[in-house]
């Protein structure tokens, strides 16, 4: 069976930054998976994120984009378009381009993934506590698509189950009811 | 005449780190260490339930995760002066060790090796010849001459491609390396090697806190782990099994590989012990807590100022009282406004964005300061405090590489050196070792403790009617962490975290007082000023990490970092 992680990308306290793992959460809530998927909300990792592409056949990735088209749109990116400006000049600090260096050394070590997506949703705003906008919450949803078709494509399995609908614990403060005795935790 | 050079990497859409330095006659003249993104994060506490506070500042930074997770519960538990069982101490202290082994060894693989290895001369090593070097030095059974040969021919066949991949903008054949071939490919077949071992590190995170890179574990009074040595479902005693070996393998990868190559690397570049102290007043708090009220503890922390060793004033507890009354945020040449430096329980976070201006505001970090003077944290500090204090384990891995290095080098190398760049990575190499052993000391405290029963994990918070204030502190891989928590009626009035990065890369203050980056840049000889090889030497040897990152793809490849020199 075909190892695969599922990973959404971006920091939930940053507005649209947080659509990677918004779609993470509604795909743990929505759907059910083998043993051999993975899906983790994987923060804003550095070179740690290495750890998390050893040993699998595909990667499914999610995080907001800024690529000049409108909020909300919804683009696909594979590994070359990833790849095709190489790493930084210079590396200050473990953040400094996580996802091109991550690949790179994983493909050095020999135990990178092989089939890589990447799918990118422009984001609106990235203001401190803001939570989603409404372009990037319509976009999920199609994100969502897109995973499933890859996981067709992959011949990967899956099960829609009838669930809540997703609830993020990292709302703005309006929104929010506390987030303590979360089922989860 | 001197010339200004900006090292800027703007990451994504958001900045980080940014250095300028001044040069003079090859060597730097002034120096200047910025933010270049808005650190009020914080903001998004106030009105929380502070039981939730540490699932949000675990997104502070995507590096940093569980320090932050487990600084904001010690806050709360402060605050209320809520004991933690003595199971979720040893539980916490395993998951805060695992994820400092994993980072202290990416840091100096994949991070920051690659300044002082050059990867352009591996192809002309001799891998037999680099096997029997690795002999006469490390026991390691992974040197043989066919895994150097086999990390070797990876080098040939990137090398060979035109394509140099994940070495396409290291500064090879800069004049300021200088290992030998053979020595940069056994350093080489390390930093592929470290990748399996830093994984296993965090495998261990992640049985314990149940997932990485968010550990979902914690609560405000003790974890959520449930102990039950007969269950599949809980914490069992297959489990524990399977975290021991995990553990001895990773220490087995800290004494026989990480330990010695720095040292190595440290006797081929004698004079990097010369070079970037800056800083010498060392902060550190006590850390891994060895009982539920958190009598005692496996580090020591105090403060040592001036260099002055002898001079060390020791920290009894992780939240010692000279410790919380010591601390301010000065924002002289910070981008907020405010006129005099800050308790963090008083912090305010109110931007006040002015262009990069070298003599008044020039970052988004604010400037923590202990009684007024500006602190350098990380290892250094905490194997200094340790050393000065006579802290038995400390001495046991300090000694044991100044003798390393003193052997290869054939000097006598003292902990005098360690006020340097070369001094802050064999720190922390250092400490990795102390925290290998430690950690197969906790996993055993945890055995023993549910052995006889004990399988307490969890006090219940009371929140007073009232206002409250507390400390948590962590001494985290890059240094000292603070959380300062401000509770009134059970809800979050105030928030602030004081973190290494802070205190490292803060700014001037208001006596004009470099922050340690600043300082530690001064006087560096640069070969090639337009190549600052040497520059960022000294600036990874702090581990830097400028926290909360927006981490927004960006497929244009428009420019993401630079080096600019006027």
Known sequence: MKKITIGGIGSVLLGDDGVGPYVVGMLEAGYSFDESVMVADLGTPGLDLVAHLSGIDALILIDSVSNNAPPGTVTLYRKEDILRHGPAPVRMDPHSPALSESLLIAELAGEGPQDILLIGITGDQYEVGAGLSEAARQAAARAIAEVLAELDRLKIPYLKLRAEPFSAWWKPMAEALPVTNRSER | ?566
């Open chain 2, 1 to 566: 005449m001197s010339r200004r050079i900006t090292i800027d990497p703007i990451t994504r859409i958001e900045g980080h780190l940014r250095i300028d330095v001044e040069v003079e006659n090859y060597a730097v003249s002034n120096a200047w260490a910025s933010c270049t993104m808005w650190r009020g994060i914080e903001t998004i506490l106030r009105g929380r339930d502070p039981r939730d506070a540490w699932m949000f500042t675990q997104r502070f930074c995507g590096v940093c995760t569980t320090v932050h997770a487990m600084a904001s519960v010690r806050a709360v538990e402060d605050a209320l002066k809520l004991p933690v069982p003595a199971n979720a101490q040893y539980i916490r202290n395993l998951i805060l060790i695992a994820h400092a082994l994993h980072d202290h060894i990416v840091h100096f693989y994949q991070l920051s090796a690659l300044d002082w290895v050059d990867i352009l001369e591996i192809p002309k090593a001799d891998p037999a010849a680099a096997s029997k070097l690795a002999e006469t030095l490390s026991p390691w059974t992974r040197n043989s001459r066919n895994e150097l040969k086999a990390a070797q021919d990876k080098v040939k066949a990137v090398a060979s491609s035109g394509q140099l991949g994940i070495f396409t903008n290291g500064y090879w054949g800069h004049p300021a390396m200088r290992l030998s071939p053979e020595v940069n490919l056994l350093a080489f077949t390390h930093y592929v090697q470290a990748l399996e071992y830093q994984r296993k590190a965090l495998q261990v995170v992640g049985m314990l806190g149940s997932k990485t890179p968010h550990i979902q574990n914690l609560q405000v009074g003790g974890v959520a782990n449930a102990i039950d040595l007969d269950s599949q479902s809980a914490l069992n005693m297959e489990k524990l099994e399977t975290i021991r070996l995990l553990l001895d393998e990773v220490v087995t990868f800290i004494n026989q590989v990480y330990l010695i190559d720095v040292c190595a690397v440290a006797a081929m570049y004698p004079e990097w012990f010369k070079i970037g102290s800056g800083v010498t007043n060392y902060l550190a708090v006590p850390d891994l807590p060895l009982d539920s009220e958190a009598r005692a503890y496996d580090l020591p922390g105090g403060v040592i100022m001036r260099g002055d060793i002898g001079g060390v004033q020791g920290f009894a507890t992780a939240s010692d009282p000279v410790f919380r009354e010591s601390v301010t945020e000065d924002v002289t040449h910070a981008y907020y406004q405010g006129e005099r430096p800050l308790h963090p329980w008083k912090g305010e976070t109110e931007p006040q964005f002015t262009d990069w201006d070298g003599d008044k505001k020039y970052s988004w970090v604010k400037s923590p300061r202990y009684k007024g003077q500006p602190m350098q944290v990380g290892p250094l500090s905490q194997v200094l405090v340790g050393y000065a204090q006579n802290h038995a384990l400390t001495r046991k891995y300090a000694d044991l590489a100044l003798g390393q290095v003193s052997a290869i080098a054939k000097v006598n190398a003292t902990p005098a050196l360690m006020h340097s760049t070369l001094g802050r990575h064999a720190a922390r190499a250092i400490r990795a070792a102390m925290l290998g052993e430690l950690a197969q000391k906790h996993w055993q405290l945890l055995v023993d403790n549910i052995a006889k029963g004990d399988l307490t994990v969890h006090n219940e918070p009371v929140f007073p009617s009232g206002e409250v204030e507390g400390v948590g502190t962590h001494e985290a891989p890059r240094g000292t962490l603070s959380h300062w928590i401000v509770i009134k009626g059970g809800k979050i009035k105030n928030y602030q975290a004081v973190v290494p990065s802070t205190w490292n890369a803060s700014p001037r203050d208001e006596s004009g007082a470099h922050g340690p980056y600043e300082a530690s840049l001064l006087h560096t000889p640069l070969a090639r000023p337009d190549e600052p090889l040497e520059v960022l030497r000294t600036v990874h040897s702090f581990d830097p990490c400028m926290a909360c990152a927006c981490h927004t793809f960006d497929p244009s490849g428009r420019q993401i970092a630079r080096v600019k020199v006027l």
